[in-house]
């Protein structure tokens, strides 16, 4: 049996769902691999040590570089905010190491785009974490369209709303700061819808975007009397046109308030209508233009044993899965790639559309017209 030595960079709630990602793996799917929690790398030696032993890594250290030179070290693990993820993964490409990055890839399309190349030229393993496209339902949809089932997709109507930051009280953080987070709403969720329209619906041809930073200033934590000024979007839509000649329109915002997971979507094809709530996540809504007008209706499909991965966590239909099920999945993902060089739909050339994707809706904005990503 193989071991795959972990070396994971941040210890925040992402760090600790993919710990948890990690530990249950074989337990639901087994795999000819033990996967050995190594080293943890957090800000300084406390935080690191406090942090590997909460989760149980053998190892920590204050100093991100030094995971990625680590001999022992065989898969990097990005938890850290968006501004490190470029020189984090170049550093580990060079050292020949698999990598694992959160979402958005990098703050701009260039930097995705130099990590593709240096990925590719290494021929090292990506992974990228929208885990929500790991969600069996999400699969499911894939499936339903790719099969005709609901005939020649027509349309994409899509959207990610939360409302982390609805309230203008909520101190300013590095999310509001372009330096450090990249886009705002777009890259942080609205990232996740424009992935799961591209794997719907494919490559998206042109575009025409509007962008809104609703609540410009927040109040500096510890220090009330003071104002900072929010340094990109809150909110955005877009009007897409697909290469295949299908319609959509997508919607982001982090201030839609009462929206926790607001992640949903629905196709439209020619014969029928399939849609998909992330807040109901073991679930989706199926339209087919068949039997007599008077019976025809959406029916809610509860995910079951006979749908994709489901069964690997339980052989009774409706009992439903939860947000770590999603990241168990993706490590599943990562093992089979390392392993067996099995493809992953959601390596770094597909998060470098999204990228392309985002940037592309700020040139909308900005140009207000449409635009080629």
Known sequence: MRTLNIGLVGSGFMGKAHTIAYRALPGVFPRPVRLQLELLA????ARAREAAERLGFARWTGDWRALVSDPAVDVVDICAPNHLHREMAL???AAGKAVYCEKPLALSAADAAEMVDAAERAG???LVGFNYACNPAA???REIVAGGEIGEPLHFRGAHNEDYLADPQTPFNWRCERALAGSGALGDIGAHILHAALGVMGPVAELCADLRTVIPERP???DPGRRRAVENEDQASALLRFASGATGSIETSRVAAGRKLGLAYEITGSRGCVRFDQERMSEIQLYLADGPPSRRGFRTVLLGPEHPDYAAFSPAPGHGLGFNDMKIVEARDLVD??????PV???FRGAWAVNRLIE????SHAARGWVAP
């Open 220 to 222: 500096v934590a510890g």
């Open 139 to 141: 699969a499911l949809v």
């Open 360 to 363: 592309a809706m700020e040139r």
């Open 124 to 126: 090292v393993t990506t």
């Open 42 to 45: 957090d800000q300084g030696e």
């Open 337 to 342: 790639a390392v392993l067996d060089g099995a």
């Open 91 to 93: 550093a580990a490409i």
């Open 345 to 347: 739909a959601n390596d």
